[in-house]
T-cell receptor, first 113, second 115 residues
Framework: NAGVTQTPKFRVLKTGQSMTLLCAQD?????MYWYRQDPGMGLRLIHY???????AKGEVPDGYNVSRLKKQNFLLGLESAAPSQTSVYFC????????????FGPGTRLTVL | AQSVTQLDSQVPVFEEAPVELRCNYS??????LFWYVQYPNQGLQLLLK??????LVKGINGFEAEFNKSQTSFHLRKPSVHISDTAEYFC?????????????FGKGTMLLVSP
């Protein structure tokens, strides 16, 4: 039982390049989330999904797109990376409901030059 | 809209001393409250949560927190800290009205335990 895994762990991009971050969970959770963590800012929600085939915007969605084609996977895409997207990205999942614990992946450290 | 304020960005403390990390929230409706911990270079993991019932909640690693509705606070405490408690601690809130199961996080408090 791996929990929540993220691929890749590190990535360096040039401005304007695109990439996709992959999040996978093996706990059969309905809800999945993408956050970004910046120094002194805490975690901010980018997008989330309440089930396969559904996505919704969070607090800071601009410049990102997401897809949830399979229940266990949640992809975060950057179409044209900008230096402001340099951050640590965390994926999380939860079974269902506000009272449930969110389980986090180990993070992806992205640098955009 | 809900918000979370963690009043201290850093809390230095000596080993075996008690510690309190402060958290205040703002919401016009009932809330669920959480504390998560992030050890260096890792993801977050749940310390404890308040859903309902007793206002004193016990979590892992000897931590506890008290929900105070009148002061809209959820402070985290530990009577005696260890070096291994050095980490960043995040308070989070989920209100029972808006949207789906999303959390709003505070900006975090770095707990620095020295010998």
């Amino acid at each position: 039982n791996a929990g929540v895994t993220q691929t890749p762990k590190f990535r360096v991009l040039k401005t304007g390049q695109s990439m996709t971050l992959l999040c996978a969970q093996d706990m059969n959770h309905e809800y999945m989330y993408w956050y970004r963590q910046d120094p002194g800012m805490g975690l901010r929600l980018i997008h989330y999904s309440v089930g396969e085939g559904t996505t919704a915007k969070g607090e800071v969605p601009d410049g990102y797109n997401v897809s949830r084609l399979k229940k266990q996977n949640f992809l975060l895409g950057l179409e044209s990376a900008a230096p402001s997207q340099t951050s640590v990205y965390f994926c999380a999942s939860t079974k269902q409901g506000r009272e449930d614990t969110q389980y986090f992946g180990p993070g992806t450290r992205l640098t955009v030059l | 809209a809900q918000s979370v304020t963690q009043l201290d960005s850093q809390v230095p403390v000596f080993e075996e001393a008690p510690v309190e990390l402060r958290c205040n929230y703002s919401s016009s409706v009932s809330v669920y409250l959480f504390w998560y911990v992030q050890y260096p270079n890792q993801g977050l993991q749940l310390l404890l949560k308040y859903l309902s019932g007793s206002t004193l909640v016990k979590g892992i690693n000897g931590f506890e927190a008290e929900f105070n509705k009148s002061q809209t606070s959820f402070h985290l405490r530990k009577p005696s800290v260890h070096i291994s408690d050095t980490a960043e601690y995040f308070c989070a809130v989920s209100d029972l009205l808006t949207g789906y199961s999303t959390l709003t996080f505070g900006k975090g408090t770095m707990l620095l335990v020295s010998p």
